[in-house]
T-cell receptor, first 111, second 114 residues
Framework: DAGITQSPRHKVTETGTPVTLRCHQT?????MYWYRQDPGHGLRLIHY???????DKGEVSDGYSVSRSKTEDFLLTLESATSSQTSVYFC??????????FGSGTRLTVV | GENVEQHPSTLSVQEGDSAVIKCTYS??????FPWYKQELGKRPQLIID?????GEKKDQRIAVTLNKTAKHFSLHITETQPEDSAVYFC?????????????FGSGTRLLVRP
């Protein structure tokens, strides 16, 4: 489809458990991003990557970590999930023309 | 850092009328301004973008205008159709920022009434 897939699509987890979301691209793009989407807040940047093992924090990085061991995979980990992290998470890749392509999203519910 | 404000948060128009969504940004170094459309339950998709060396850009029924002096940009949709109903997001990114990260507005829910 768009060359970017996210897994899982839906997840329910308990407070205090670790959770890892996966973003996989087939476009060989250098830049990858994780955003969260909440009503009234639009899309807020959590972390981004500008190459293998090169990552940096975004606007709302507390409670999240990321890893990128291969160009095609960008993982987002919630170290100890809290109810405030219930959200829809979108991964994005940046194309050569600056435009982003988003994945289909992961709906995470922390109970 | 960059801050993007978007208005209105909701907009309801009659089919065939025009719709205008406005955004302001804070960082004068920003030079890339895309607009995304998100249908219910779907991913955001790029519909049009503009760079700071251009004042206006059109693509069929949609257009974007940019006023760098006032630090605001707008999305114009003419002859609206029911399929234009969606949430629209503006964003800004600075050329000097090597991360190319986009900062998004909070979104506008557009409803086109048949």
């Amino acid at each position: 489809d768009a060359g970017i897939t996210q897994s899982p699509r839906h997840k329910v987890t308990e407070t205090g458990t670790p959770v890892t979301l996966r973003c996989h691209q087939t476009e060989n793009h250098r830049y990858m991003y994780w955003y969260r989407q909440d009503p009234g807040h639009g899309l807020r940047l959590i972390h981004y990557s500008y190459g293998v093992k090169d990552t940096d924090k975004g606007e709302v990085s507390d409670g999240y970590s990321v890893s990128r061991s291969k160009t095609e995979d960008f993982l987002l980990t919630l170290e100890s999930a809290t109810s405030s992290q219930t959200s829809v998470y979108f991964c994005a890749i940046r194309g050569e023309d600056y435009g982003y392509t988003f994945g289909s999203g992961t709906r995470l519910t922390v109970v | 850092g960059e801050n993007v404000e978007q208005h209105p948060s909701t907009l309801s128009v009659q089919e065939g009328d025009s719709a205008v969504i406005k955004c302001t940004y804070s960082d004068s170094a920003s030079n890339y301004f895309p607009w995304y459309k998100q249908e219910l339950g779907k991913r955001p998709q790029l519909i049009i973008d503009i760079r700071s060396n251009v004042g206006e850009k059109k693509d069929q029924r949609i257009a974007v205008t940019l006023n760098k002096t006032a630090k605001h940009f707008s999305l114009h949709i003419t002859e609206t159709q029911p399929e234009d109903s969606a949430v629209y997001f503006c964003a800004a990114s600075a050329r000097g920022d090597s991360s190319y990260k986009l900062i998004f507005g909070s979104g506008t829910r557009l409803l086109v009434r048949p």
